[in-house]
């Protein structure tokens, strides 16, 4: 079995949301907005045109443990150890994916322009194919055009938001269900194959791009999405295992020479075992591709 690290700093007057029922998350998630001064589902005004930016969602602080045990099904060595992880403040996270929509005014207002190779999405799609200094360029122009702070999610801001007090590998239970989850039906989770043998083809549909955002219910804090469609770039720089993960779990560790960055949330083009809460792949920070995207975190 793996160990679960413990943090000897962990403030215990924080609460351990594993230990929560739904209705006293939520009820965290409405006192956390309210100590804001916000909704609990919010959108900033952006100046140039009276516009709103991305649909966020407050998070409350608390901890949990991140990674994943060796009896999860699709467990990988690159969720070990298990370890606790405290959110030490409130923080605000998209409800979705940022969109082509919403690229769409960043791109007019700066000039920017993609590839011609390029496959570009559309409307409530996902955008996909941009490189991590692109979205850089993106959050700078949207921290001015909003008078906020916006930027990539920790690893661990990502997976705390998108587990929203569970423990199991969705956050729904254990097994990739179509109606929850937009993978590759052909790769479902090995339990559920063993289990189903190919019975699930029939409930899935095989896509070559992804869902318009929101397609798929939303988790218990209001996030949808955080299980398939596109994979979501974040801020921490890829390390093999949890072994050094910040046990604070806002921290943003320096990069130096490391060139890659960890991805969480599995695609449309992968299988269900890649679209797990603590499921965590590593992508060169200048890639781009046709199932990568990104959500935003704002500090309130």
């Not at 901890?63 to 070990?80: A, L, M, N, R, Y």
């Not at 039906?185 to 409930?203: C, G, N, T, V």
């Amino acid at each position: 079995m793996d160990a679960i690290v413990r943090a000897d700093n962990i403030d215990a007057s924080v609460m351990f949301v594993h230990d929560m029922d739904a209705t006293s998350l939520r009820v965290a998630q409405q006192s956390a907005a309210q100590d804001a001064g916000l909704s609990v589902y919010f959108s900033d005004t952006l100046h140039a045109d009276g516009s709103k930016g991305p649909e966020m969602a407050v998070i409350p602080a608390g901890w949990f443990e991140i990674g994943s045990s060796e009896s999860e099904s699709g467990h990988d060595v690159s969720e070990s150890p298990q370890c606790y992880v405290q959110m030490s403040r409130s923080y605000a996270i998209g409800r979705f994916t940022v969109t082509a929509e919403q690229w769409e005014r960043f791109a007019k207002a700066t000039g920017f322009r993609p590839g011609r190779e390029l496959i570009w999405p559309k409307g409530r799609e996902p955008i996909v194919n941009v490189r991590t200094p692109d979205i850089e360029r993106y959050i700078a122009w949207l921290n001015a055009e909003t008078g906020q702070l916006y930027r990539l999610p920790t690893e661990a801001e990502w997976e705390y938001a998108a587990r929203a007090g569970t423990h199991t590998a969705f956050h729904y239970g254990d097994l990739a269900s179509c109606k929850e989850v937009l993978f590759k039906p052909i790769f479902p989770m090995p339990d559920e194959a063993k289990k189903r043998k190919w019975s699930f083809l029939p409930q899935c549909t095989s896509l070559s791009w992804a869902m318009e955002v929101g397609t798929k219910p939303a988790n218990l804090w209001g996030l949808h999405d955080v299980h398939g469609n596109v994979w979501e770039v974040t801020a921490t720089p890829w390390q093999p295992d949890h072994q050094k993960t910040p046990r604070d779990g806002h921290q943003i560790e320096p990069r130096g020479k490391n060139k890659r960055i960890v991805i969480k949330g599995g695609s449309w083009f992968d299988p269900a075992v890649a679209a797990r809460s603590a499921a965590r792949w590593s992508r060169l920070r200048d890639e781009l591709d046709v199932n990568m995207g990104f959500r935003l975190v704002r500090e309130i």
